[in-house]
């Protein structure tokens, strides 16, 4: 099946400084990709689609100069949390939709997770 | 935004048992029905979903039943397991019409399944 992986699976940093979080298609091509954030206990909440070739899309609510958003190529995301702080501490995730055998446009196909703790 | 709900927040059952996740939601232009598995620590994977043009459908174990009139869908999983174990969540698609897989989750149902 299609496998979407994420680096690191889990970083810790200093407030202030910036982490990237990479999100990768392994086995299939993804012009959008979209990541979403997820708080202990709670639900996925979309944060923004990543668009190969052009700005991503942000949801309501999200900074875009708070995380900023690269889609480098079409199996590489980057996800970068500039100046973070204990509040961004959190649970990243990306997925990409995948048109495979035994799924539609629509399947989307989840990374494993970035665990995220700022000091 | 639409939304969709989902119910229980927390389910417990024993094994051999049936477990059921309800979620409703709002947009009659939604197409698509997913239902996601996670465990802790791990990205959501894909269980099964369904399309509106029918009213259930069953893989092994796991069986979504799709009642359109009245804009709800469930999930059952039957002979429920301990390794059934996670949090489920309902999605449907974000907006009126399909953004390319953009979806929107349920509030997730927390199961545990006792041996």
């Known amino acids: 099946g299609a496998v979407v992986s994420q680096h690191p699976s889990r970083v810790i940093c200093k407030s202030g400084t910036s982490v990237k979080i990479e999100c990768r298609s392994l086995?299939?091509?993804?012009?959008?990709m979209f990541w979403y954030r997820q708080f202990p206990k709670k639900s996925l909440m979309l944060m923004a689609t990543?668009?190969?070739?052009?700005?991503?899309?942000?949801e309501q609510g999200v900074e875009k100069d708070k995380f900023l958003i690269n889609h480098a190529s079409l199996t590489l995301s980057t996800l970068t949390v500039t100046s973070a702080h204990p509040e961004d501490s959190s649970f990243y995730i990306c997925?990409?939709?995948?048109?495979?055998?035994?799924?539609?446009?629509?399947?989307?196909?989840f990374g494993p997770g970035t665990r995220l703790l700022v000091l | 935004q639409q939304q969709v709900k989902q119910s229980p927040q927390s389910l417990i059952v024993q094994k051999g048992g049936i477990s059921i996740i309800n979620c409703a939601y709002e947009?009659?232009?939604?197409?698509?029905f997913p239902w996601y598995q996670q465990f802790p620590g791990k990205g959501p994977a894909l269980l099964i979903a369904?399309?509106?043009?029918?009213s259930e459908k069953k893989e092994g174990r796991f069986t979504i039943s799709f009642n359109k009139s009245a804009k709800q869908f469930s999930l059952h999983i039957m002979d429920s397991q301990p390794g059934d174990s996670a949090t489920y969540f309902c999605?449907?698609?974000?907006?009126?019409?399909?953004?390319?897989?953009?979806?929107?989750f349920g509030q997730g149902t927390e199961l545990s399944v006792k041996p």
């Open positions: 997925s990409a939709p995948g048109n495979l055998a035994g799924g539609t446009s629509e399947t989307q196909y």
């Open positions: 999605a449907a698609p974000a907006g009126y019409y399909n953004q390319g897989g953009k979806l929107i």
């Open positions: 990543s668009n190969e070739g052009s700005k991503a899309t942000y």
């Open positions: 947009n009659t232009a939604f197409d698509y």
């Open positions: 086995d299939f091509q993804a012009t959008t």
């Open positions: 369904i399309r509106p043009d029918v």
